[in-house]
């Protein structure tokens, strides 16, 4: 067993990270040790991301114990970057954290100087100043890399700055260098946000808190109106809107809440979060308040603007996508499901369920050139799965069968017609549907059924099997 994290006085003291814990425990018998919990620290880093969200959206996480966020565009808007620097290091001290942080214009020289140099904002021109007294092991190269250089002496950046690269390349491969040009801001390096960043979004911070869900209600509604023109200069209308409360004490909650057709409107916007508020009113603890509300824009469509009537034809429309939205926001989207109709002969590939808040408010644009059209004869009834069937004495080799036993039940065969041949898409790569010969069959009880063989009469195969697939009446 090894340390992994120590705290200030363990710092002092002389112990290190990695160090045995029974060496640790012979230098100091009262050493108090806690077991790692790797699970409770990415959930608290996870979790300190999401705090971070209320600064910038561009919020990566950096191995274990770090955090990236990209605050292009955002300093402005918190008085400067010293003054934003200074706002997280105060409130993450005031959470009971000790943190250090560096801005500066690249990725890799934050990481070198927040974990082996001086927290602060480095200024653009002093960029390999700040570099160059930090030691090799600030680039984020290997262990193996790290121990030839020390051999050689290069033991600070500086030391690798005014050096050829030509050599440096050949001894060490190009990895170095990339590490290097990273540091100094040479190559572009990007970060990966844990969240995708929304189309639009709209903020309103509080001089004091709120708890009670008609107050966020009503500032839903109010940053919902200052998206308003945002939607409309983009001519669409949001899908997808998520609601992120940051609590007082720095936890963060987030809400979502899908619309069947694109919205613009405020109320109805505010709406759909009423219903979603219900439903999760026992998972909201809203503590001491709020203090941030945002609102984003996760999906967006194209919004139809259509010009109303005296016959108020167009109030069943509105009527129907506001009952699907509460419905879908108190009880979750998979409650109301319709039926989609897709390119496909396959009769179980031909039509899926999806939730009705989720389908496109406009037809997809398909490779087939011509319009599809669903048969007309095709039973009332599909089966999910095609059960099996028992034929007696059927026509040899493509004819329909006289009798046949299904749920146990032996029905005798007065009309049939087909066979309609089903084969797979051949455009497809991989399929697992075999080719089919359909039947439409009525008994002499008046029932009607679909059933299909799979495979033919031939010595050289297995005999074919029969199915039943549906029911017309």
């Known amino acids: 067993m090894r340390l992994t994290a120590l705290d200030e006085v363990c710092e002092r003291i002389g112990l290190k990270r990695g160090q045995g814990l029974a060496e640790a425990r012979a230098m100091f018998p009262k050493i108090d040790v806690i077991d790692e919990d790797e699970r409770a620290d990415a959930a608290l880093l996870e979790a300190l991301a999401d705090w971070c969200d209320r600064y910038t959206p561009l919020v990566a996480l950096d191995g274990k114990n770090g955090l990236f966020l990209d605050i292009t565009g955002c300093a402005h808007l918190f008085g400067g970057e010293e003054a934003l620097l200074g706002d997280i290091l105060k409130r993450l001290h005031h959470m009971g954290f000790d943190v250090k942080g560096v801005i500066s214009s690249s990725p890799g020289l934050s990481w070198a100087t927040c974990r082996f140099g001086k927290a602060g904002v480095i200024p653009e021109g002093l960029l390999e100043e700040a570099l160059a007294p930090l030691p090799v092991n600030a680039l984020r190269i290997g262990e193996t890399t790290i121990a030839s250089l020390h051999k050689l002496g290069l033991k600070r950046i500086g030391d690798l700055l005014t050096m ?150 167009g109030e069943g429309e509105i009527s129907l996508a506001d009952f699907i939205d509460k419905v879908s926001a108190r009880l979750g989207v998979d409650c109301l499901q319709i ?100 039947f439409r069959l009525e008994s002499k009880a008046g029932r009607r059924f679909w059933i299909f063989r799979e495979g033919h009469y031939n010595a050289k195969e297995d005999a074919p099997t029969w199915r039943m697939h549906g029911l017309f009446a």
């Open 164 to 313: 050829p690269r030509a050599p440096l390349a050949r001894r060490f491969g190009t990895q170095l260098l990339l590490r290097l040009d990273q540091a100094r801001g040479a190559n572009e390096e990007a970060i990966s946000p844990r969240r995708p960043v929304s189309a639009l979004s709209a903020e309103r911070k509080l001089t004091e808190p709120v708890a009670a869900e008609d107050h966020i209600l009503e500032l839903t509604r109010h940053i919902a109106t200052s998206l308003k023109s945002g939607l409309e200069a983009r001519g669409v209308g949001g899908r997808m809107f998520e609601l992120v409360l940051f609590r007082v004490d720095g936890r963060v909650f987030r809400i979502t809440a899908g619309a069947s057709q694109p919205l613009r409107d405020p109320a109805r916007i505010s709406a759909l979060f009423s219903e979603r508020l219900t439903a999760v009113h026992d998972d909201l603890d809203a503590g001491y308040g709020f203090e941030l509300l945002r609102l984003n824009v996760l999906q967006h469509d194209t919004y139809k603007t259509t010009q109303g009537d005296f016959t108020g034809e």
């Open 339 to 438: 039926a989609i109709l897709r390119q496909s002969h396959v009769p179980e590939r031909a039509m899926i369920f999806a939730p009705a808040i989720t389908t496109p408010s406009a037809p997809e644009k398909t490779a087939f050139p011509f319009p599809f059209a669903p048969r007309t004869d095709r039973p009332l009834r599909l089966f999910r799965h095609p059960e099996e069937v028992k034929t007696f004495a059927a026509t040899v080799p493509d004819g329909p069968p006289s009798r046949f036993r299904w749920r146990h039940v032996v029905h005798t065969v007065i009309q049939a017609e087909g066979p309609e041949r089903i084969a797979p898409e051949w455009w497809l790569e991989e399929t697992d549907v075999p080719e089919r010969d359909y």
